[in-house]
């Protein structure tokens, strides 16, 4: 397609919204004159079907539950006057506790101010408010944001060394809304551990966002923690990030959640809008469609020109790949769904990974995201004329008509400025457009099986090594691997009996001795004394 007709369908297919800003260019999707009215009718399904489950229709009938993250930005969207005041309510306790935290009347034993803030938790518990804190992060924010978002003791020790002495005034967030996630629970246990050896109180320096009722809630309620705010069943992990989960972290950083909300809130309004060509989600997930076949024939790849924008496609794997990776649909047929999503930011994805997209395999199709504000300040010139700036903007361009010279295909969103507003438009337009999609490819977006299958083969691993380490303490005789599955019984698994003994003897915790020969599967565990 030469420059003049790319224009024309540039012109034709362009999306802007003047309230927010927002635009979205699909020129370079190559998808015939004819695919927006053939996809009519199932996108009109689509929008049905949303409606029901803004007015609280049950969508994830494996919990019997509904989906009602759109209420968090406008309560009144709720299905009864209960829900609409706990929102409401809830946001005026995080902003009262964290106007509180700042001023001092909370306040670590002593008296000491909180500066630094510690939140511990997993998938979108961590995810969501780790992009926005790093999005709209500042040198001069009113706390310093920190994380435990997994269960590796290395990781934590990281996060525990840049804290320092610094703990004494860092407050602690823990987010699970059953209070059972175990990786949470351990990032909860390991942050106790290191406040009791610094002489602190944990509970002191404690708040939890969890479910009424929960482990967690008992805990937080049993011990005193300093507050408790709710997660509630109708709010998915990965959708959670206008909640407090999200708005609690950010608040207490110092960052406007007013206007997180309300570029979420004027987002959701445009992507109610029934008319597809003027609902930028509608044409989000026409693409996805057209892209993968609505099989997940291709991958999607995140690139945003813009440092600040870096953890967009991690929060987006779990977002879109969480939601839409199913092996059932809607009525019980195996299709196998889902759409990889990876990323990198321009212009390192220049000098990392561009070559293979333009010139190797043609699986995947590429979303940019152009910011077009620079910096607040003037910025100087890398060459006559020319600001760094300028520079990436040509990165951005040029790669995008590198990779359409190539026919693979882009599609590009633009927003003015990174901003409370804009990242809680961002957020929103892909939460929209993920359940739009998973309503032209049937199937429920709003479950996820195979998460519970993980950690349910996880728990059967740890009740393994717990068999594994009963038997050499009860023996003291050395073992291989194949002689301690089988003193356990038939079908235990050998393989993970190795790797279970392997990582028990290269930690001091359970007193494992490696006795190795070559080859290394037929060396011999023992415990010490």
């Known amino acids: 397609m030469n420059s003049p007709d790319l224009w024309q369908r540039y012109r034709k297919h362009l999306f802007h919204d003047p309230e927010t800003g927002l635009m979205l260019d699909i020129s370079r999707m190559n998808f015939p004159d004819g695919f927006l009215a053939r996809m009519e009718p199932a996108l009109q399904r689509a929008f049905k079907e949303m409606e029901a489950l803004e007015r609280g229709a049950v969508a994830n009938p494996d919990e019997n539950r509904m989906v009602g993250h759109y209420w968090l930005r406008n309560p009144?969207?709720?299905?009864?006057?209960?829900?609409?005041a706990e929102i409401t309510e809830t946001i005026a306790k995080v902003k009262e506790f964290a106007a509180n935290v700042h001023g001092g009347t909370i306040a670590a034993p002593g008296g000491k101010r909180f500066r630094r803030l510690l939140v511990i938790g997993i998938g979108g518990s961590a995810l969501g408010p780790q992009f926005v804190a790093d999005a709209l992060g500042m040198a001069?924010?009113?706390?310093?944001?920190h994380f435990f978002d997994n269960?590796?003791?290395?990781?934590?020790?990281?996060?525990l060394v840049r804290l320092g002495t610094g703990l004494a005034e860092t407050l602690t967030v823990v987010i699970s809304k059953s209070g059972g996630t175990k990786e949470t629970r351990n990032g909860m246990l390991e942050a106790q551990a290191a406040y009791r050896r610094a002489g602190l109180d944990f509970p002191r320096h404690a708040v939890a966002v969890t479910g009424a009722g929960s482990e967690l809630d008992r805990i937080a309620t049993g011990e005193g923690w300093l507050a408790r705010f709710p997660m509630w069943d109708w709010v998915g992990g990965r959708t959670s990030v206008t909640s407090a989960v999200g708005l609690l972290p950010a608040a207490l950083q110092g960052l406007d959640i007013d206007r997180l909300l309300e570029g979420a809130w004027l987002c959701d309004e445009a992507t109610r809008r029934p008319e597809t060509t003027n609902n930028p989600a509608a044409l989000l997930a026409l693409m996805w469609?057209?892209?993968?076949?609505?099989?997940?024939?291709?991958?999607?790849?995140?690139?945003?020109?813009?440092?600040r924008l870096l953890l967009f496609s991690r929060y987006l794997q779990q977002l879109v790949m969480e939601s839409l990776g199913?092996?059932?649909?809607?009525?019980?047929?195996?299709?196998?769904?889902g759409i990889a999503v990876y990323g990198n930011k321009g212009s390192t994805d220049q000098h990392a990974y561009v070559q293979q997209?333009?010139?190797?395999?043609?699986?995947?199709?590429?979303?940019?995201?152009?910011?077009?504000?620079?910096r607040e300040r003037k910025s100087p010139e890398v060459e006559p004329g020319i600001t760094s700036g300028d520079y990436l903007s040509g990165f951005f361009l040029g790669t995008r008509t590198a990779l359409h010279e190539k026919g693979r295909e882009s599609l590009t969103i633009t927003i003015p400025e990174v901003s409370p507003a804009t990242i809680g438009v961002l957020i929103a337009l892909f939460e929209r457009a993920v359940g739009l999609y998973a309503s032209l490819i049937d199937i429920n977006a709003y479950h996820q099986p195979g998460v519970e299958a993980g950690k349910k083969a996880a728990g059967a691993v740890l009740n393994l090594q717990a068999e594994v380490l009963a038997y050499l303490r009860g023996t003291g005789v050395?073992?291989?691997?194949?002689?301690?599955?089988?003193?356990?019984?038939?079908?235990?698994?050998v393989e993970a009996v190795f790797h279970i003994l392997l990582h028990a003897a290269a930690n001091p915790d359970h007193g494992v001795r490696l006795l190795a020969v070559d080859p290394l599967y037929q060396s011999r565990f023992t415990v010490s004394g």
Do not use: C, S
Request: hydrophobic share 40%; aromatic share 4%; proline share 7%.
């Open 140 to 145: 001069d924010d009113r706390m310093e944001p």
């Open 151 to 159: 269960t590796d003791p290395d990781g934590m020790d990281r996060v």
């Open 76 to 84: 009144a969207l709720a299905p009864n006057g209960e829900i609409a």
């Open 357 to 374: 997209l333009r010139e190797g395999i043609n699986n995947f199709f590429v979303t940019f995201i152009e910011v077009l504000r620079d």
């Open 326 to 337: 199913k092996e059932l649909d809607r009525t019980g047929t195996v299709v196998n769904q």
């Open 478 to 493: 050395p073992a291989t691997a194949e002689e301690i599955a089988a003193a356990i019984g038939p079908g235990a698994d």
């Open 289 to 307: 469609h057209h892209a993968t076949g609505g099989r997940g024939a291709k991958d999607m790849v995140v690139l945003p020109y813009k440092d």
